[in-house]
């Protein structure tokens, strides 16, 4: 029982801590087995060196003592025997039965510290990778190398049984595309976009070139990366593997797939401590990644590369793309321009604090709409209480108002528009047509001018919450359940994505998102329904939800100076004097009539005057109040609180959905 662990460790040269456990346990087990084999064996085969030590215990503790003491050692010896897996206890044991010391085992000891956790290697002359399976890495690579991860199982292959492999020259693998990314682009409708024939669109030339040199993948700071990112999760005792990685012009992306055994929640927990250890600003977790078993760790690279928006629509995607309302979103992790149709999202909402990058993002939009139309195939209709952002587009052609900058103005432009979408549907019903783009086929053949799409930018939406904050929900849930098919599409920034700006009713109605750095968890939370934007780098650094799809894809927004803007929107200007549409600021009952189910009305409930008794007496406003005093139901408590606030008795709500007694 001792002649094999003694012969181990007679040819091994380095002890560790693993094989003078098996030889102390082995010794133990061996003692307790001669004490058993005195007591049980009465003959003179007992064994006189067992027996010896049983009578001198026995003087002291009895048969049972000694009994209890032997089971006691018994259990000692396989704890400390079982402590490593049967597998490794073999390989401990296999130098015994060969000639020459394998190669392959040599690094061993440090790979089998690591599973048990009771050391970490200060040294970076290798990096092992450990997982479920056992693997075994080779000696060839030199000393100042780090070592280099190889994928735990083939693809598509189901891991049935341990893969032993060796560490080859192989890195782990950079992919240069994301296969989430690519399916959502190919479901973009390509062909050839028409052309406007009377109208020249703004040359490319007036963007900015990129630089001629890109910043190219820097392997070596990647695999350091992956070196301090497992050292770091060993120490918090998470096992697993990088298995592949993303190189992009922001972010390198790892994907880590943990041990069977090593919970997602402890990963989250760790992000300031992973962002420490890899020296990053801010690092992004995302666990798992939807429809793999693996998690992401997004990393800030060394040096970002800026990204131009005439390389997205230099691009092949949005050169093939047939949609009009093709928009420039920047490029992914792997630095593949991103695209998308607005037809089909159909409404946006955007939210970023100041420095994010939101303004330069939405001017990407803006840009590569004009780049793709002329004033008789798109009308934008732009809100801006900031007026700061939008200033600049002033008297371009496709304006269809000039930019508005009151809330009261934009209330009206709203119900306007809501007119406008009910002008379009009754004519589409007339002409028998679904939608606009079977309208305006329709209309080019009996020679009827077809109608133009809308695009409706509201830059703050905080700012028209706050003075009317019911009237601007109403329209833009109106707008945004039924404008589709009429060719009207809204696009809604805000700074502060609270619940009070961002309502229950828009979010419903607005399930395509764009969210740059917000500066709480629980912003993110209410724009994306997920964490993630807080840990964002701001500068066009955003996360994009399509519809339709539960993940969040990350992207980097193109950079767009003034410079660039002023010469588009000039050239633009020289092109056609722009024709405003007055209409659309003046005030009409019809816009109003649906704001308020009181206003339409036209009559009082027959309890309107008891209910403004109670609330001029007893300064009491609430609907739970009236209902109770008045014993009426929610609805039309609810209804009479309205019309006392359409007759100026009540105020409207606050933020804190209060009213206050005016009268």
């Given at each position: 029982?001792?002649?094999?662990?003694?012969?181990?460790?007679?040819?091994?040269?380095?002890?560790?801590?693993?094989?003078?456990?098996?030889?102390l346990?082995?010794?133990?087990?061996?003692f307790?087995?001669?004490m058993?084999q005195?007591?049980?064996?009465?003959?003179?085969?007992?064994?006189?060196?067992?027996?010896?030590?049983?009578?001198?215990?026995?003087?002291?503790?009895g048969i049972?003592?000694?009994?209890?003491?032997?089971?006691?050692i018994?259990?000692?010896s396989?704890?400390?025997?079982?402590?490593?897996?049967?597998?490794?206890?073999l390989?401990?044991?296999?130098?015994?039965f060969?000639?020459?010391?394998?190669?392959e085992?040599?690094g061993?000891e440090?790979?089998?510290?690591?599973?048990?956790?009771?050391?970490?290697?200060?040294?970076?002359?290798?990096?092992?990778?450990?997982?479920?399976?056992?693997?075994?890495?080779?000696?060839d690579t030199?000393?100042?190398?780090?070592?280099?991860?190889?994928p735990?199982?083939?693809?598509?292959?189901?891991?049935?049984?341990p893969?032993v492999?060796l560490?080859?020259?192989?890195?782990?693998?950079?992919?240069?595309?994301?296969?989430?990314?690519?399916?959502?682009?190919?479901?973009?409708?390509?062909?050839?976009?028409d052309?406007?024939?009377?109208?020249?669109?703004p040359?490319?030339?007036?963007?900015?070139?990129?630089?001629?040199?890109?910043?190219?993948?820097?392997?070596s700071?990647?695999?350091?990366?992956?070196?301090?990112l497992?050292?770091k999760?060993?120490?918090?005792?998470?096992?697993g593997?990088?298995?592949?990685t993303?190189?992009?012009?922001?972010v390198t992306?790892?994907?880590?797939?943990?041990?069977?055994?090593?919970k997602?929640?402890r990963?989250?927990?760790l992000?300031d401590?992973?962002a420490?250890?890899?020296?990053?600003k801010?690092i992004?977790?995302?666990?798992?990644?939807?429809?793999?078993?693996?998690v992401?760790?997004?990393?800030?690279n060394?040096?970002?590369?800026t990204?131009?928006?005439k390389?997205?629509l230099?691009?092949?995607?949005?050169?093939?793309?047939?949609?009009?309302?093709?928009?420039?979103?920047?490029?992914?992790?792997?630095?593949?321009?991103?695209?998308t149709?607005?037809?089909?999202?159909?409404h946006?909402?955007?939210?970023?604090?100041?420095?994010?990058?939101?303004?330069?993002?939405?001017?990407?939009?803006?840009?590569?709409?004009?780049?793709?139309?002329?004033?008789?195939?798109?009308?934008?209709?732009?809100?801006?209480p900031?007026?700061?952002?939008?200033?600049?587009?002033?008297?371009?052609?496709h304006?269809?108002?000039?930019?508005?900058t009151?809330?009261?103005?934009a209330?009206?432009a709203?119900?306007?528009?809501?007119?406008?979408?009910?002008?379009?549907?009754?004519?589409?019903?007339?002409?028998?047509?679904?939608?606009?783009?079977?309208?305006?086929?329709k209309?080019?053949?009996?020679?009827?001018?077809?109608?133009?799409?809308?695009?409706?930018?509201i830059?703050?939406?905080?700012?028209?919450?706050?003075?009317?904050?019911?009237?601007?929900?109403f329209?833009?849930?109106?707008?945004?359940?039924?404008?589709?098919?009429?060719?009207?599409?809204?696009?809604?920034?805000t700074q502060?994505?609270?619940?009070?700006?961002?309502?229950?009713?828009i979010?419903?109605?607005?399930?395509?998102?764009?969210?740059?750095?917000?500066g709480?968890?629980?912003?993110s939370k209410v724009?994306?329904?997920?964490?993630?934007?807080?840990?964002?780098?701001?500068n066009g650094?955003?996360?994009?939800t399509?519809?339709?799809?539960?993940?969040?894809?990350?992207?980097?927004?193109?950079?767009?100076?003034?410079?660039?803007?002023d010469?588009?929107?000039e050239y633009?200007?020289?092109?056609?004097?722009?024709v405003?549409?007055?209409s659309?600021l003046k005030?009409?009952?019809?816009?109003?009539?649906?704001?308020?189910?009181?206003?339409?009305?036209?009559?009082l409930?027959?309890?309107?005057?008891?209910?403004?008794?109670?609330?001029?007496?007893?300064?009491?406003?609430s609907?739970?109040y009236?209902?109770?005093?008045?014993?009426?139901?929610?609805?039309?408590?609810?209804?009479?609180?309205?019309?006392?606030?359409?007759?100026g008795?009540?105020s409207?709500?606050?933020?804190?959905?209060?009213?206050?007694?005016?009268?």
């Open positions: 029982m001792l002649i094999l662990p003694s012969f181990t460790l007679y040819k091994e040269s380095k002890l560790t801590e693993r094989r003078i456990g098996v030889f346990a082995s010794t133990i087990l061996l307790a087995f001669l058993a005195s007591i049980i064996i009465k003959n003179e085969l007992h064994g006189t060196f067992g027996r010896s030590i049983v009578d001198m215990l026995m003087a002291s503790i049972m003592g000694v009994w209890l003491f032997i089971v006691a018994f259990l000692l396989m704890t400390l025997l079982v402590e490593s897996s049967i597998s490794d206890f390989t401990f044991m296999k130098p015994a060969t000639k020459t010391k394998i190669k085992y040599k061993e440090e790979e089998k510290s690591i599973f048990e956790e009771k050391k970490t290697k200060s040294s970076s002359k290798k990096q092992t990778s450990f997982s479920e399976p056992k693997i075994i890495l080779n000696d030199p000393d100042e190398n780090p070592a280099i991860i190889t735990l199982y083939p693809e598509n292959e189901e891991p049935h049984k893969l492999r560490k080859s020259a192989k890195k782990v693998e950079i992919l240069s595309e994301v296969a989430e990314n690519t399916k959502l682009l190919s479901e973009i409708d390509q062909g050839e976009c052309k406007p024939k009377d109208f020249k669109l040359p490319l030339s007036f963007l900015a070139n990129p630089p001629a040199k890109a910043i190219h993948v820097n392997e700071e990647i695999d350091q990366k992956i070196q301090d497992l050292e999760l060993r120490r918090f005792k998470i096992e593997d990088v298995v592949r993303y190189s992009g012009p922001v992306t790892f994907e880590f797939k943990p041990a069977p055994h090593v997602v929640s990963i989250l927990t992000q401590d992973l420490m250890a890899l020296k990053a801010t992004r977790i995302q666990a798992p990644i939807p429809g793999k078993d693996v992401g760790i997004e990393v800030p060394q040096k970002i590369e990204i131009y928006l390389e997205i230099e691009s092949e995607i949005f050169k093939k793309s047939s949609s009009p309302l093709t928009i420039a979103l920047g490029k992914d992790i792997v630095g593949n321009a991103f695209v149709d607005l037809k089909k999202l159909p946006l909402l955007i939210a970023g604090t100041t420095g994010s990058g939101k303004s330069v993002g939405i001017n990407a939009m803006l840009l590569s709409l004009l780049y793709r139309n002329s004033p008789d195939t798109l009308r934008f209709l732009m809100i801006d900031k007026m700061l952002e939008f200033s600049i587009y002033n008297d371009i052609p304006l269809l108002t000039p930019v508005i009151k809330p009261k103005q209330i009206i709203l119900a306007n528009m809501v007119s406008e979408m009910e002008r379009r549907y009754q004519i589409m019903s007339r002409s028998k047509t679904k939608n606009i783009e079977n309208y305006n086929e209309a080019k053949s009996i020679g009827v001018e077809p109608l133009p799409y809308i695009v409706i930018i830059d703050e939406l905080a700012d028209l919450m706050m003075t009317s904050g019911k009237d601007v929900e329209y833009i849930a109106r707008l945004a359940q039924m404008a589709r098919a009429s060719g009207i599409h809204i696009i809604v920034a502060r994505p609270s619940v009070d700006v961002v309502t229950g009713l979010k419903a109605n607005l399930p395509s998102r764009i969210s740059f750095k917000v709480q968890k629980i912003d724009i994306l329904d997920a964490m993630g934007a807080d840990s964002l780098l701001g650094d955003m996360l994009f399509p519809p339709g799809t539960s993940g969040l894809i990350r992207l980097h927004a193109p950079y767009t100076s003034e410079d660039e803007i010469r588009v929107v633009l200007k020289k092109q056609r004097p722009v405003y549409d007055e659309f005030e009409s009952e019809e816009g109003f009539s649906s704001a308020s189910g009181s206003k339409d009305s036209g009559e409930d027959e309890l309107f005057d008891d209910a403004k008794a109670i609330v001029l007496n007893e300064r009491k406003s609907i739970s009236i209902q109770r005093r008045l014993n009426i139901g929610y609805n039309r408590a609810a209804t009479i609180v309205e019309q006392l606030e359409a007759m008795i009540l409207s709500q606050n933020a804190k959905g209060q009213r206050e007694i005016i009268v």
